[in-house]
């Protein structure tokens, strides 16, 4: 391990936002019991949000953005993980109140880390991101409340955002047949590449 490392660093003073990379050391890390080698994190708007002023995003200063990271333990403090492990953190305010993933190295406690997925990659768990997870559960809580094939059409709403890009693939994936509602009248080629059947305009025109 090296004694610095690289961090995208968020910091304000007097009302001024910079964004800067910095050489950071792991003593500035924040605690726990878990130091992971970043290898991945994906690009969310709620990251963007935290590099300007007044967002509301950022809880304290200096901030690394990032609110999900794939990476390989460097070293443990808990039987829970070993170096070596390939393992995901995502939620539990990473990014806005706590240290995240746009940095070389990561320091987390224990209770906010999985373990990578055996059927997918650190990167291709970051494809997916925090916007693939989201999707995910919603769809995961829907089939729960009884929807299923046999209802055959789904509505999904802002469908060219991360979340609602990732919802038609996935509901075309499963067998839905997905209608897509946007706002933006050139969307309807991706859409439909994406796998919807149908895409219709939240916008009325007069």
């Known amino acids: ?17 910079t964004n800067q990379i910095k050489n950071l050391t792991i003593d500035d890390l924040p605690e726990g019991e878990v130091l992971i080698k970043v290898k ?8 963007a949000l935290a590099t300007v002023a007044n967002s509301k995003i950022v809880q304290s200063y200096p901030m690394i953005p990032g609110i999900d990271l794939a990476g390989v333990v460097e070293k443990s403090d808990t039987p829970a993980f070993n170096p070596g492990d390939e393992v995901i953190v995502t939620g539990y305010d990473l990014g806005t109140s706590r240290f995240g993933g746009f940095s070389e190295y990561a320091r987390v406690k224990e209770e906010q880390i999985v373990q990578l997925p055996k059927d997918l990659t650190l990167e ?8 693939g ?11 729960h409340n009884g929807l299923s094939v046999e ?11 991360g979340v609602g890009t990732l919802s038609v693939m996935m509901l075309n994936a499963i067998g839905y047949k ?12 991706q859409l439909k590449a994406l796998g919807a059947r149908e895409v219709i305009s939240r916008i009325t025109k007069n």
């Not at 997870?133 to 769809?139: C, E, F, K, N, V």
């Open 124 to 131: 291709e768990s970051m494809i997916y991101g925090t916007a």
């Open 1 to 17: 391990m090296t004694e610095t490392f690289k961090a995208f660093v968020v910091d304000e003073q007097d009302g001024k936002v």
């Open 133 to 143: 997870y989201t999707a995910g559960l919603a769809i995961e809580k829907l089939e």
């Open 151 to 161: 209802n055959k059409e789904v509505l999904v709403r802002g469908a060219t955002g």
């Open 178 to 189: 997905v209608i897509a509602s946007t706002g933006k009248d050139n969307a309807e080629a």
């Open 40 to 47: 991945y994190s994906g690009i969310n708007y709620k990251d």
